[in-house]
């Protein structure tokens, strides 16, 4: 073999390996980025969860500590959005009739982190429970905007809306 064929099947050797390594290293970044997305989405459902936790434990302190101290949001019941400083009034508006949260069903729709923000879709059944536990359920369309400061997630915005009826035939 000459020299020249020797230098042009090396080269095309050294570039073909170098390929490879690169192809191999972009998918350890692209698996350890999803690995991160899937851990974020997992702690931002936790939390989703935690949430109505709170609410049914009546635990208004631990419930405030979910939210950023800049949010914004809209909830059903709500004729305008709201700050931080009327995030509870939902519950203590019921709270004070003497009536009691019950959690039914958690259903999610979907999730999207990217970066340092996750957006959480889904819907919750609940009921407000009088004395003798009667209640009505209720479920609502839920999105909350997380924002992760640190190492923390904190809702920033979010919106809710009755879920519609199903038609009657």
């Not at 919750?124 to 009667?134: R, S």
């Not at 923390?152 to 035939?169: F, L, V, Y």
Request: proline content about 4%; hydrophobic content about 40%.
């Amino acid at each position: 073999m000459t020299n020249y064929r020797m230098v042009l099947v090396l080269s095309v050797m050294v570039c073909l390996l170098a390929g490879a390594s690169a192809i191999s290293s972009g998918k350890t970044v692209q698996s350890q980025a999803s690995d991160q997305a899937s851990d974020n989405e997992q702690a931002v459902w936790h939390l989703e969860h935690a949430y109505w936790g709170y609410v049914q434990a009546n635990n208004l302190s631990a419930y405030s500590d979910l939210w950023h101290k800049d949010f914004l949001g809209w909830p059903a019941q709500s004729a305008a959005p709201v700050r931080k400083d009327h995030i509870t009034d939902w519950i203590t508006s019921q709270t004070a009739k003497g009536l009691t949260f019950k959690s039914i069903e958690f259903k999610p729709a979907r999730i999207q982190v990217t970066g340092n923000v996750a957006v959480a879709c889904y819907w919750i059944t609940f009921k407000w429970l009088d004395k003798d536990g009667i209640g009505a359920a209720h479920t609502l369309r839920i999105t909350h905007t997380w924002l992760k400061d640190g190492k923390d997630w904190r809702i920033i915005g979010g919106m809710s809306m009755p879920e519609p009826a199903p038609p009657q035939n």
